[in-house]
């Protein structure tokens, strides 16, 4: 099994802490350390469980479950680890849960989703018509496939930017076309629970699709399939030509093929995404774009790239829902953090922080103080001309 093979290594975790921290050790930067301020949370705590279940010191428990399944896989621990194994950190607690979906130990919400995919072909009981991609099929003679992923069977708001998204891309030139019946996820989310042999099962059938459309070069909507086809597809990048889609706006606006009109005063700050920033080492398209909006003051929040805060939904949280969205949740803390500085809207580039970080708004209730909106979402408010 995937975890015997860090038997000599998941012990290595010194508990320094170092982990838990932004980069100059201001705050807390795992976010379930930081919600529950105990140590068996944090990235050590859980390397020295596992080495505990390893050598049959500590049973498999449901509270082991959720424990190890509340990890939302932000990447702050491998960025922040000193020693040379940071990047198995991530790595031996996805074994470790593989492990318990191996002894059928894992947390009722974890399993639902897991057989409703091995069953049905997707997670969300919406799937279906109302979730069908927008924009035009793709052909041969499309430059790029714009992959956009299975949260647009769960949220209208993914749905309907991902239309503007489509949009934005035709008006610049950007040849492109969609999967119509996109079954198939990118797989990152069932990887990161654990759950590895049915993420090999989706890459290789996403792949033979891929193939006998004769795609080679894919844009994403997600940072979560961006990391997927980038990272954990035993193709990765040889294959194919991999961008998320603000990558491809903003050579479309430095082109002079997206025409960005001005559009009502308004102060706005950007949430790096987990998978996109510290996974991708990806965040200045996103910010760019934003300040080349006419009308936008763009305003940094504290904590930003690698340091980000994460929005809690990441590692299949935002199906599990193990971490929770009480008092202190990640999602909440991060919304508490854009309204602190002041700004009108806090922009995102990916679907899934979208739906965690509106539902963190209300949950605030501060709907009349601080907006969630994608970047494709702003982008299309200025590329469509408008009275000020």
């Known amino acids: 099994m995937l975890m015997e093979q860090y038997r000599t290594v998941v012990h290595r975790c010194f508990r320094c802490g170092f982990c838990k921290y932004t980069s100059d050790y201001a705050a807390y930067n795992c976010p379930i350390y930081d919600k529950s301020r105990m140590d068996c949370f944090s990235p050590g705590g859980i390397l020295w469980l596992t080495h505990a279940v390893i050598n049959g010191e500590i049973e498999v428990t449901p509270e082991l479950?959720?424990?190890?399944?509340?990890c939302t896989m932000c990447g702050n621990c491998a960025d922040k680890c000193p020693y040379e194994f940071h990047e198995e950190i991530p790595r031996m607690i996805v074994a470790a849960r593989e492990y318990l979906i191996n002894e059928q130990r894992i947390p009722v919400n974890v399993r639902n989703f897991l057989t409703n995919y091995i069953n049905k072909g997707y997670h969300w009981p919406a799937a279906g018509d109302a979730a069908a991609a927008p924009g035009t099929e793709f052909c041969s003679s499309d430059d790029w496939l714009l992959f956009l992923g299975d949260m647009l069977h769960y949220s209208d708001y993914a749905?309907?930017?991902?239309?503007?998204?489509?949009?934005?891309?035709?008006?610049?030139?950007?040849?492109?076309?969609?999967?119509?019946?996109?079954?198939?996820?990118?797989?990152?989310d069932i990887y990161f629970m654990g759950e590895t042999d049915l993420f090999s099962y989706y890459a290789q059938e996403n792949l033979e699709q891929f193939s006998v459309l004769g795609v080679k070069k894919i844009c994403t909507y997600s940072p979560h399939s961006y990391h997927a086809f980038r990272t954990l597809y035993p193709t990765g990048t040889d294959a194919f030509q991999i961008a998320h889609y603000t990558d491809l706006l903003l050579d479309a606006w430095n082109a002079g093929d997206l025409d960005l009109n001005p559009v009502p005063p308004v102060c706005v700050s950007y949430h790096d995404p987990c998978f996109l920033t510290r996974w991708g080492d990806h965040s200045e398209s996103a910010r760019q774009l934003l300040k080349?909006?006419?009308?936008?003051?763009?305003?940094?929040?504290?904590?930003?790239?690698?340091?980000?805060l994460c929005c809690g939904g990441g590692g299949g949280n935002i199906y599990s829902d193990i971490l929770g969205s009480g008092k202190g949740s990640?999602?909440?803390?991060?919304?508490?953090?854009?309204?602190?500085?002041?700004?009108?809207?806090?922009?995102?580039?990916?679907p899934t922080c979208a739906a965690m970080l509106q539902d963190a708004v209300t949950d605030e209730g501060l709907q009349n103080k601080l907006q969630i909106r994608d970047v494709a979402d702003l982008l299309f408010d200025s590329a469509t001309p408008q009275k000020i």
């Open 292 to 308: 080349a909006i006419p009308g936008v003051s763009f305003r940094e929040m504290d904590f930003s790239g690698k340091d980000a």
């Open 65 to 70: 479950g959720d424990i190890l399944f509340s």
């Open 330 to 350: 990640p999602g909440r803390r991060r919304v508490l953090e854009a309204e602190a500085i002041g700004v009108d809207i806090l922009a995102v580039s990916c």
């Open 159 to 188: 749905r309907d930017t991902a239309y503007k998204l489509t949009t934005l891309m035709g008006r610049s030139g950007i040849r492109h076309g969609v999967l119509k019946n996109e079954a198939n996820p990118d797989g990152n």
